[in-house]
């Protein structure tokens, strides 16, 4: 991101997101707090909308160059689980309980419609880490790697349930648990 007045505009708005939600922030709150115009604001972005999309594109990118850094290494199979589950740990700290409640509820279709892709696409370069992994005799043989996929996007679902995240002190806490279980399964790790 090259133009400061963008880059003023996206950390604004991610901060006030964050604190706030991106339903009750207003365009006007976000050229108040990053001192540009609305003008300006429409520049770089057509609406709030597009501008809730870049910021989690932006998130997204950057925990994908790191997660690809990890896969991509020459540390054993068993370490880039590990530090994959470090870095989904720390991406999931980053985003705020009021983020995530409107991104889930109160998001417009064409932003759920976006975000479902960018997941898909991201769980589908993780399926294929796996069936690679699963072809050197890193994971299960017997393990049907198109299961791995279903149950990661089973696992964005139950991160949506509103009873099961009434068991958890915040958004992240939930999606720590669903990762570790997902690695781990019930059984205490052997260290």
């Given at each position: 991101?090259?133009?400061?007045?963008?880059?003023?505009?996206?950390?604004?708005?991610?901060?006030?997101?964050?604190?706030?939600?991106?339903?009750?922030?207003?365009?006007?709150?976000?050229?108040?707090?990053?001192?540009?115009?609305?003008?300006?604001?429409?520049?770089?972005?057509?609406?709030?909308?597009?501008?809730?999309?870049?910021?989690?594109?932006?998130?997204?990118?950057?925990?994908?160059?790191?997660?690809?850094?990890?896969?991509?290494?020459?540390?054993?199979?068993?370490?880039?689980?590990?530090?994959?589950?470090?870095?989904?740990?720390?991406?999931?700290?980053?985003?705020?309980?009021e983020f995530f409640d409107d991104?889930?509820?109160?998001?417009?279709?064409?932003?759920h419609d976006h975000f479902n892709?960018?997941?898909?696409?991201?769980?589908?370069?993780?399926?294929?880490?796996?069936?690679?992994?699963?072809?050197?005799?890193?994971?299960?043989?017997?393990?049907?790697?198109?299961?791995?996929?279903?149950?990661?996007?089973?696992?964005?679902?139950?991160?949506?349930?509103?009873?099961?995240?009434?068991?958890?002190?915040?958004?992240?806490?939930?999606?720590?648990?669903?990762?570790?279980?997902?690695?781990?399964?019930?059984?205490?790790?052997?260290?």
């Open positions: 991101m090259n133009n400061p007045k963008k880059q003023q505009i996206v950390s604004t708005a991610r901060d006030l997101f964050w604190k706030f939600g991106f339903r009750r922030v207003s365009i006007e709150e976000i050229c108040r707090e990053a001192n540009v115009s609305k003008m300006t604001f429409y520049k770089h972005f057509k609406n709030k909308d597009e501008l809730v999309k870049y910021i989690i594109d932006f998130i997204t990118g950057i925990a994908m160059k790191k997660y690809r850094e990890i896969m991509d290494s020459d540390i054993p199979f068993t370490e880039k689980v590990e530090k994959s589950i470090q870095l989904k740990m720390e991406s999931s700290n980053d985003m705020s309980q991104f889930h509820k109160n998001a417009s279709p064409e932003l892709k960018l997941v898909h696409a991201n769980l589908n370069t993780i399926q294929n880490d796996y069936i690679k992994a699963q072809k050197q005799g890193d994971v299960r043989p017997d393990i049907n790697p198109n299961f791995i996929l279903y149950y990661l996007d089973k696992m964005l679902e139950m991160a949506k349930d509103e009873n099961l995240m009434r068991l958890y002190k915040s958004p992240p806490d939930l999606i720590n648990e669903l990762t570790r279980f997902f690695f781990y399964g019930i059984l205490s790790r052997k260290t």
